[in-house]
């Protein structure tokens, strides 16, 4: 019990970070209902963690983002050839999930290029890029889930957006991590975006990761699922052989995507 209050005291604290840069301890003491001795602990064990860095009377979040449109242009055919790929998995009646990230970017611009089997689906995302890629340029149902605007990856985020997708019930969560390894799992470069992604997993009755060859063997700033938590990977073929046997041994499915 003990750890569960630590774990959402932790949660509680980079939310705050996420949103503001910094938090003070005294006003986190009072927001939290939580003493500044035991917040001083937990702000020692998230800096342990590479979370965040100490200051006098607080902390300030160690922020290791790529900027959203840096990020537009690396491995973009990749990323390309895996949207596409990934749409491949789309049936009639599904209600999926298509997470923010520019790889799930371009699968949102290959469904709206049309897919003539799929002819009812509701998609529900996150992802400000995605809603605009896809709103009215499609004939399915899109949700875009609201809360606070995180402007690194155009999305949204905190506790509306958490509220929101705890109500949800999900065929799909196509997951777009910033990295994977078999240590650390998928991985994602911010806290926040984090825990949006770990909610949805949560209401997924599947998980298939969309991420491209380039990101296995990196670790980024927050593990969203261990490496067994998805049940499929979408991925272009320069897969390295010692991340096909970690898939295999992990019982993912491979789903190679054609540079075509």
Partial sequence: MADYLADHRQELIMTTLSARGECRTKQLAEQLQSSEMT????????????????????????????????????????????????????????????????????????????????????????????????AGRTPYQLQLIGGEIYQNAMSTVGPVA???????????????????????????????????????VARSKSVVSICDSAKWGQESFATIVPLDGVSRWVVDRGLAPEAVAAAKAADITLIYADGM
């Fill in 39 to 134: 917040l001083r602990r937990d702000l020692a064990e998230l800096e342990k963690r590479g979370l965040l860095r100490r200051v006098h009377g607080g902390a300030v979040l160690l922020n290791r983002d790529v900027d959203y449109a840096q990020r537009q242009e690396q491995g973009q055919a990749q990323k390309q050839w895996v949207g596409r790929a990934a749409t491949r998995l789309l049936k009639s009646g599904q209600t999926v999930y298509l997470d923010a990230g520019t790889t799930a970017q371009e699968m949102a611009r290959a469904i709206a290029q049309g897919l003539p089997e799929v002819s009812d689906l509701s998609i529900v995302t996150h992802s400000i890029s995605i809603a605009s890629e896809l």
């Fill in 162 to 200: 958490l509220a929101q997708i705890a109500n949800l019930h999900l065929d799909v969560f196509f997951l777009a991590p910033g990295a994977v390894d078999t240590h650390a799992g998928w991985t994602n470069s911010n806290m926040i975006e984090a825990m949006v992604k770990r909610a949805v």
